[in-house]
C-alpha cells in the first residue's frame, strides 16, 4: 500500500484486500488528502471534543440580576423555537462493507521497484465517517464534501484503466460512465473523479509498468 499527500478521515467501508464474489485480491494506495483522516481497516476516528463554554456565574449579590432561562426550559418558548432545517443529503446512504465496484488493475512499480497490481485508492470518496464512540455517523451528519460527490470513478490517466468505481446512492458501482478526454490531465496519474462533473477529487502519480 502506497502513502501520498496529508488530511481528513474515516474508517472505509470495505478493505481493498476483501475478497467477494468475483473479485480477487486487490492493493490499494492510501491517499490522504483535503479535510479527512482515512482511517484503513475498519479502524474508528475520534470525533471532534465538545465542551461547556466557560460563562460567568450568576451573581450572589443583593440586587443581582437573576440568571436567564434557557428558551428550551420554557415548554412554550421551546414550541416557538424553529427546529434545525434537514440536511440535503443528496439521495446519499451508508453502504455497509461495499467500497465500490472492482475494475481492472493496472501493474506500477512498487516501493521496492517490483511491479505490483495497484486497484485503486483508499480516501474519503470511498470510506464512512466514523463518530467518535468507533460507530458510523448518521449520513445527515457526513461531511459536505462526501455528500456532494455521491458518485465517483478511479481511472489512471495514460492508459484511461477505469480501477473502480462507487455510487453512494445505489451502493453499487457506477453504471453507464463514460470516460471523459484525459488528456489535460498529468499522465501516469491515478485520479478520483466526480463520475457526474468530471471534477478531480483526487490525484496520485504513479509508475506505470509497460508490458
Do not use: Y
Request: proline share 9%; net charge negative.
Amino acid at each position: 500500500m502506497h502513502d501520498a499527500t496529508p488530511g481528513d478521515g474515516m474508517p472505509t467501508e470495505g478493505s481493498g484486500d476483501d475478497v467477494g464474489p468475483g473479485r480477487g485480491p486487490r492493493t490499494r494506495a492510501l491517499l490522504v488528502g483535503g479535510a479527512l483522516v482515512v482511517a484503513v481497516l475498519g479502524v474508528g476516528i475520534a470525533a471532534a471534543l465538545t465542551g461547556r463554554a466557560a460563562g460567568t456565574e450568576p451573581s450572589d449579590a443583593v440586587g443581582g440580576a437573576p440568571a436567564a432561562e434557557a428558551p428550551a426550559d420554557d415548554p412554550a418558548l421551546a414550541a416557538e423555537t424553529p427546529g434545525q432545517a434537514p440536511v440535503e443529503t443528496n439521495g446519499v446512504q451508508a453502504c455497509g462493507g461495499f467500497a465500490g465496484s472492482a475494475g481492472t488493475p493496472i501493474q506500477v512499480r512498487g516501493d521496492d521497484g517490483e511491479p505490483e497490481a495497484l486497484g485503486g485508492l483508499e480516501g474519503w470518496w470511498n470510506s464512512t465517517p466514523a463518530s467518535g464512540s468507533g460507530g458510523w455517523l448518521d449520513v445527515e451528519r457526513w461531511p459536505r464534501q462526501v455528500l456532494d460527490h455521491p458518485a465517483t470513478v478511479t481511472v489512471e490517466t495514460t492508459t484511461g484503466t477505469v480501477l473502480e468505481s462507487f455510487d453512494r446512492r445505489t451502493c453499487t458501482g457506477v453504471e453507464g460512465w463514460t470516460a471523459p478526454d484525459l488528456s489535460a490531465l498529468p499522465p501516469s496519474t491515478v485520479v478520483v473523479l466526480d463520475a457526474e462533473t468530471g471534477e478531480v477529487l483526487a490525484e496520485h502519480p504513479v509508475d506505470l509498468v509497460t508490458p
